[in-house]
């Protein structure tokens, strides 16, 4: 046993190796993977070759790591999965343990397999790996007590993995079908999600199927469907429908005859089972040959449970988060900035927001909060009894279903209970309302101890809870706020709403009208208050236009007040058109919080609002919803216009989550780790900071439970709604760490350092009273081409008077720089874009005019014009990159390097001289200034952080720095390779004036960086 939890021990962590897949080009660079799992990477030939015959060059096996006596073997073939095999297998059949890693360099995918009983196997997609086999192979990380054991664990995790991997696949290969194989003309939305309806129909009743509630038989609907197609009837019009709403949907006492014959079903009730409005709108049946299709390649090839977690290659609801991701295409899934949330994360966020508004209800320390709840202390479970949650973006249902976990435990009584009255969702995904409604009925029957199917009780109904719309906007204007209705009215709705959550039957229909009625009254309430208030604004502008001057004229209303007045009309048409329109259909037409959830803002809004909403980059919106943003939201509009500095679509979620939120209520979310630091973040820190208490600030880089399929890394937020206390300490940690920084560190919208008080004690002797580098030196990014691939690597014949080397940010080190791509460079010594070129370079542009009139910068002139040439012309340059693990600088001042080219993966600074050039190298080289850089840089995925001309520009530089010539001759020792960062850190400290533990401090700060998960 005690090898066993070895085994899962050093198994268990997880790496991100998303970025490295995409850099693997050739056998070689599987040696970077082993070293990424944490083995010995190695290139060896030899005894392991297993050749019976000559074959081509790369595609014999060579040893390319080992963990400890485990080798890796790595070969190149066209077929990588049946290579990987065929010698995974040779190897189990002589007693050998080894695993495989099979690349196919050409149509970039690689396969992984392990020599044990049957070889189980992986195959990856290289540009856009599969999540789950992506988590697969991610598990191989660490090691085990020996060869044996560790070949044990690695097959298990393939073989277990591969079962969810496939089904992943499958079911977006049937969804996909289905959608295309529908009858008549529809949109392809609508296609897609009448597919989605009826295959997690299916999907649900598999899992109802594996608890023995469809009439006791391990194969009810395999069995259905033989019968029903020996018949030659059609499945979804004789099975499925009369299965769907005569059956599931019914009390026993009320089924047909026909829905008799069935046996023993439960009556589910949920929504599930009821016809949906888009099956109203869209008749028609799924043809037989699609449904066969589904039964006979998805359902019927895979093994189903409601046991989460069994890890044995069984179906279980668990997976289900990865369904969604599965379901939405690569670039869906961008488009959206939907990530799938592990459950590990999202337990542990939850953990830390529950025992935060525990420690206030009772009044105690949060830790004294978390040992309670961990304990389940009867008076700290109960003052979780009418606590509100709320996920604004509920995605896959992540976030509830670990709420529920979390409030219910392992009874579905709870469950049920908690559903009723805690936990409500929105988002703008039909797909997303459905499958986060569809795991929350499998939590509740999970637990259920039902032993025969009439006495499984009805499911909650989830759709007055779970709610499709938007969270962002208010229904009617962009900038109108519609008020909470008055207390009477949100009560009755509150009371309609949970009598509608446990209705079935008949009376289910009749609380559906009188709730959507409340609703509708609700939504009137709110637009009439909106209308006189607008009709008031409307009226104090005209009568201010109206008013006379001193002379007794007629006053008018200058531009500002014209444009205001427009805004208010076009907003006070609209709220009369709303409310036409509710008074007409008698039920509201779109989501409104302060309508359908009246009950919770008349109490002043939701107790928990939790989540990782999307994260999307300002470049990846659309200009009308930027625009829509700016205006809404003050922490969007500040962060800048411009793509370079523009906010992540999260910075809107987050100040939403805070207007949701009731006084004292908190708001725990996953974000992007770049908010802390990163410029258009300033606005939403110098807010946080100021006006709510930072409960948790954690920077989970380092967690490997933190891990999931977005670019950059994921910050942990825990925020009250209050003002801090005085002296408030904010924990910089998401477990039981003991990291704390006081608030007022964080105050006014300078990047946030999530470190100990030492490092920021140190940072600040750092800068003591030393000028910034950006008041004595001038930063700009490198050289822009717009096009690369037609400046970079010309055809060999251009000419050489047209011909310069490129520096990109790779190609930088300490002191030294390796370009290894031609430019084509087009300018002159004076910077501008030469007016006649060589004849064959002139011709090989003249074929690319198009493109390059095209490009966005293009403004005229010759078509070859560059963009930024100051970083080409200027005789003295200091050159860093823009994205490095550390920041690493040269001077080009060499004899060659005025034919260098800085490109936009550079930053540049100018100097005076060669000197001064140097200087300023040696200094950006010396490991206090790569601690102050790396503290205020923006991360970015695979230990990686952006050293921008804004964070390099706020690091100290004393002016005596840049005329010391023994900095100089250092960094010219520097350039020729010798050893000197022990000394440069002697004598940059000595210019900072660092004390022997500031100093300690420092490196240690570096050494705890964010992890190279490459």
Request: charged residues 25%.
């Amino acid at each position: 046993m005690a090898a066993a939890d070895s085994r899962e021990r050093t198994l268990a962590r997880t790496v991100d190796l998303r970025p490295l897949l995409q850099d693997i080009r050739r056998p070689q660079d599987l040696m970077r993977l082993v070293a990424a799992l944490g083995h010995l990477p190695l290139w060896e030939h030899g005894p392991h070759h297993q050749q019976r015959s000559p074959r081509r060059p790369g595609t014999d096996p060579v040893v390319v790591g080992r963990c400890g006596e485990f080798p890796w073997l790595g070969l190149s073939s066209d077929d990588p999965e049946r290579a990987a095999r065929s010698l995974a297998r040779r190897w189990a059949t002589r007693g050998r343990p080894c695993g495989v890693l099979a690349l196919d360099p050409e149509a970039r995918r690689l396969a992984v397999a392990v020599a044990l009983d049957d070889a189980p196997a992986i195959s990856l997609d290289l540009t856009d790996p599969d999540p789950v086999a992506l988590g697969c192979l991610g598990r191989l990380a660490g090691t085990a007590d020996g060869a044996l054991a560790y070949a044990v664990r690695a097959a298990e995790a393939l073989a277990g993995e591969s079962a969810g991997r496939r089904f992943f696949q499958e079911f977006r290969a049937a969804l996909q079908r289905m959608a295309a194989g529908l009858p008549g003309p529809m949109r392809t939305d609508d296609r897609r999600a009448y597919a989605l309806l009826q295959l997690t129909r299916v999907l649900f009743l598999y899992f109802v199927q594996a608890k023995g509630w469809l009439a006791g038989r391990e194969r009810f609907l395999a069995d259905a469907v033989d019968r029903c197609l020996a018949r030659r009837r059609r499945l979804h019009r004789d099975l499925l429908r009369p299965l769907f709403f005569g059956t599931l949907n019914r009390p026993a006492a009320e089924r047909s005859r026909t829905a008799a014959d069935f046996g023993a079903i439960p009556f589910l009730n949920g929504g599930l089972f009821e016809p949906h409005p888009i099956e109203r709108r869209l008749r028609g049946d799924v043809p037989n040959d699609i449904w066969r299709d589904a039964f006979d390649g998805l359902f019927e090839r895979f093994h189903f449970t409601v046991a989460e977690g069994a890890g044995d290659g069984r179906i279980a609801p668990d997976m289900l988060g990865r369904v969604f991701e599965g379901v939405m295409a690569p670039d869906s899934r961008r488009a959206s900035g939907t990530y799938y949330t592990p459950a590990a994360l999202v337990r542990a966020l939850l953990d830390a927001a529950l025992a935060a508004h525990v420690s206030r209800r009772l009044g105690c320390r949060e830790s004294e909060a978390e040992r309670r709840l961990a304990e389940r202390e009867i008076t700290a479970v109960e003052s979780l009894q009418t606590v509100t949650l709320l996920d604004p973006a509920v995605g896959s249902g992540a976030f509830l279903l670990g709420a529920l976990e979390c409030l219910a435990g392992p009874s579905s009584t709870r469950r049920r209970a908690v559903l009723e009255r805690s936990l409500f969702g929105v988002d703008r995904s039909a797909a997303a309302v459905r499958l986060t409604e569809l795991r929350l009925w499998l939590a509740v029957i999970a637990e259920d101890r039902a032993e025969r199917p009439e006495l499984v009780q009805p499911l909650p109904n989830l759709d007055c809870l779970v709610r499709q719309g938007d969270s962002l906007f208010e229904p009617v204007g962009d900038g109108l706020r519609l008020r909470p209705v008055e207390p009477a009215l949100a009560n009755d709705l509150a009371g309609a709403r949970g009598a509608v959550v446990g209705a079935s039957g008949r009376e289910k229909r009749a609380l559906i009208r009188r709730l959507g009625e409340l609703e509708a009254r609700a939504a009137d309430r709110s637009l009439a208050g909106a209308e006189a208030l607008l009709g008031r604004l409307v009226g104090d502008l005209l009568s201010e236009g109206r008013a006379g001057d001193l002379f007794g004229e007629r006053r008018g209303l200058d531009r500002a007040a014209r444009a205001r007045l427009q805004v208010l009309r076009r907003e006070l048409h609209a709220v009369r058109r709303a409310r036409r329109t509710v008074a007409r259909e008698r039920e509201v037409p779109w989501f409104h919080y302060q309508c359908h959830f009246a009950d919770i803002f008349a109490r002043g809004g939701f107790d928990l609002v939790v989540g990782n909403p999307p994260w999307l980059r300002a470049e990846d919106l659309p200009a009308e919803l930027r625009r829509r943003l700016s205006g809404r939201y003050r922490w969007w509009r500040a962060g800048g216009s411009g793509y370079a500095n523009g906010p992540d679509f999260a910075v809107a979620f987050l100040e939403r989550a805070l207007e949701l939120t009731a006084p004292e209520g908190i708001v725990a979310f996953v974000v992007p780790a770049k908010l802390a630091s990163a410029g258009y973040g300033a606005a939403a820190r110098h807010g946080l900071a100021a006006s709510a208490t930072l409960i948790r600030v954690a920077d989970l880089s380092g967690r490997p439970d933190a891990v999931f399929d977005a670019t950059v890394y994921p910050l942990a937020l825990v925020v009250r709604k209050s003002p801090p206390p005085a002296a408030h300490r904010v924990r910089t940690d998401l477990g039981a760490g003991h990291g704390r920084i006081e608030q007022s560190r964080l105050a006014g919208g300078g990047p946030w350092l999530l470190a100990r008080e030492p490092v920021h004690s140190a940072l600040a002797s750092l800068a003591g009273a030393h000028p910034r580098l950006d008041a004595l030196v001038s930063v700009h990014l490198g050289l822009k081409t717009g096009a690369n691939r037609i400046f970079l690597n010309p055809p060999p014949d251009i000419e050489a008077a047209v011909l310069r080397r490129a520096v990109r940010g790779r190609d930088v080190r300490p002191f030294q720089v390796e370009p290894r791509t031609a430019l084509l460079y087009t300018h002159g010594p004076d910077g501008l874009a030469l007016r006649v070129l060589p004849t064959r370079a002139s011709a090989y542009l003249a074929a690319h005019a198009a493109a390059l009139r095209a490009r966005a910068d293009y403004a005229g002139g010759p078509t070859w014009t560059l963009f930024r040439v100051g970083a080409a012309t200027a005789k003295h340059r200091v050159v860093w990159a823009d994205l490095a693990r550390d920041l690493t600088a040269v001077a080009l001042t060499a004899p060659g390097h005025e034919r260098l080219v800085p490109l936009n993966s550079c930053y540049v600074a100018a100097m005076e001289s060669g000197r001064a050039a140097a200087c300023l190298a040696a200094w950006l080289n010396s490991s206090w200034i790569r601690a102050a850089a790396r503290a205020g840089a923006v991360p970015a995925a695979s230990g990686f952080a952006r050293f921008t001309a804004g964070t390099v520009g706020r690091i100290p530089l004393p002016p005596s720095a840049l005329t010391d010539p023994d900095l100089a001759v250092l960094s010219d020792a520097g350039r020729r390779g010798e050893p000197i960062q022990g000394d440069l850190d002697d004598l940059t400290a000595r210019h900072l004036h660092l004390s022997a533990s500031d100093r300690a401090v420092l490196l240690r700060f570096l050494a705890s960086r964010a992890p190279n998960r490459r």
